[in-house]
């Protein structure tokens, strides 16, 4: 099986999980979001608050040490297996390429970018919300987005990848003599036949054969290509070696991943489901004792982990809970819409 091939079948799992991943909960929470509504994000089901910054900052120092590690270990294969840029090029390629005039391959970047636009919205809001938006007209920010993609598609493409992006940059300071890139191979570099097919097939358009450059993107279609005029002299190489500064990088990452998922762990939330006409059901997912009370409700109420609470709707469209555990104060905001909504 060819690169191309097993970077196709990737590209597909991908965009597969993309399209997949708004629409699965759990405990009613989705398992990733970014709700710019009530100024929060989900992680795995649990809602973070701007007065959860700190696990959160872990969790992004673990995903940046293990992308430093990755990086260190394996050179460019985020840039030519993962990227978006990579994946939505290539899921244009795939189904235009060079087979389609011009107006054809522009129609169908532009359904691209729409459905990739519609994607990275479902990620901010509830789909049931998404979906009444867009029945409404409320196309605005949609097109936006998706004009922003297709400009990038038809237009930029791997200039950006050359040029501005600052991975390209930065990804060279990280490389030792064990990170695995692609070349010429040491004990293959005689039997090149010069026929520059390597360089015609390469999306950056470089000479891989003159040693590393910062333009390429590990796609490995020259290494295809090499294979297909009966050359194979390109591949990668060498054999990715584990040292002490891969070994100080996954250290890293561990640690602020294993420190954020325990913060994680005990950090519980309000649900709230409407249980009639006038009624809101508020159940406690904290591990400890929490008092509750409602703006513009003088009652409070105690609650253990588990234990709900049925409460008269107030009027307004956002509910805006107080939640007290011994000292510490934490504020959440529901959507009262968002609650109508899910009920249907």
């Known amino acids: 099986?060819?690169?191309?091939?097993?970077?196709?079948?990737?590209?597909?799992?991908?965009?597969?999980?993309?399209?997949?991943?708004?629409?699965?909960?759990?405990?009613?929470?989705?398992?990733?979001?970014?709700?710019?509504?009530?100024?929060?994000?989900?992680?795995?089901?649990?809602?973070?608050?701007?007065?959860?910054?700190?696990?959160?900052?872990?969790?992004?120092?673990?995903?940046?040490?293990?992308f430093i590690m990755v990086t260190q270990l394996f050179g460019r294969i985020w840039c030519g297996w993962?990227?978006?840029?990579?994946?939505?090029?290539?899921?244009?390629?795939d189904l235009v390429g060079a087979r389609f005039a011009r107006p054809i391959k522009i129609g169908v970047n532009l359904l691209i970018s729409t459905a990739f636009a519609a994607g990275l919205l479902l990620y901010t809001m509830p789909p049931a919300d998404f979906v009444a938006r867009l029945m409404a007209g409320d196309l605005l920010i949609l097109c936006v987005l998706a004009l922003v993609i297709f400009l990038d598609l038809q237009?930029?493409?791997?200039?950006?990848?050359?040029?501005?992006?600052?991975?390209?940059?930065?990804?060279?300071?990280?490389?030792?003599?064990?990170?695995?890139?692609i070349g010429m191979l040491p004990d293959k570099a005689d039997e090149c036949t010069h026929c520059n097919a390597c360089v015609n097939s390469c999306p950056t358009g470089i000479d891989i054969r003159e040693g590393l450059n910062n333009k390429c993107v590990a796609c490995a279609a020259c290494v295809d290509t090499c294979a297909d005029v009966g050359a194979s002299c390109l591949?990668?190489?060498?054999?990715?070696?584990?040292?002490?500064?891969?070994?100080?990088?996954?250290?890293l990452a561990l640690a602020f991943l294993i420190t954020g998922l325990l913060m994680l762990?005990?950090?519980?939330?309000?649900?709230?489901?409407?249980?009639?006409?006038?009624?809101?059901?508020?159940?406690?997912?904290?591990?400890?004792?929490?008092?509750?009370?409602?703006?513009?409700?003088?009652?409070?109420?105690?609650?253990?982990?588990?234990e709900s609470v049925i409460v008269p709707l107030p009027t307004r469209d956002i509910i805006?809970?107080?939640?007290?555990?011994?000292?510490?104060?934490?504020?959440?905001?529901?959507?009262?819409?968002?609650l109508q909504l899910e009920r249907l």
């Open 155 to 181: 237009f930029i493409g791997r200039r950006f990848c050359k040029t501005i992006c600052p991975y390209a940059n930065f990804q060279s300071v990280m490389y030792d003599v064990y990170t695995v890139r």
């Open 82 to 93: 993962l990227c978006p840029q990579t994946l939505l090029l290539g899921l244009s390629n």
């Open 320 to 338: 805006t809970l107080h939640i007290y555990q011994g000292r510490k104060e934490d504020t959440q905001e529901i959507s009262l819409h968002d």
């Open 1 to 66: 099986m060819t690169y191309q091939a097993k970077r196709r079948i990737i590209r597909i799992i991908i965009f597969v999980l993309f399209f997949l991943l708004p629409f699965i909960a759990i405990n009613d929470k989705p398992i990733v979001r970014f709700d710019f509504h009530e100024l929060s994000i989900f992680i795995l089901g649990t809602q973070l608050s701007a007065s959860h910054i700190f696990p959160l900052l872990l969790l992004c120092l673990a995903g940046l040490f293990f």
């Open 235 to 251: 591949g990668y190489f060498p054999q990715a070696k584990f040292k002490l500064n891969k070994a100080v990088s996954l250290v």
């Open 265 to 306: 762990s005990n950090i519980g939330g309000i649900t709230a489901t409407l249980s009639g006409n006038q009624e809101l059901t508020l159940t406690s997912s904290y591990a400890d004792t929490v008092v509750l009370q409602l703006e513009g409700i003088n009652e409070s109420y105690t609650l253990e982990k588990g």
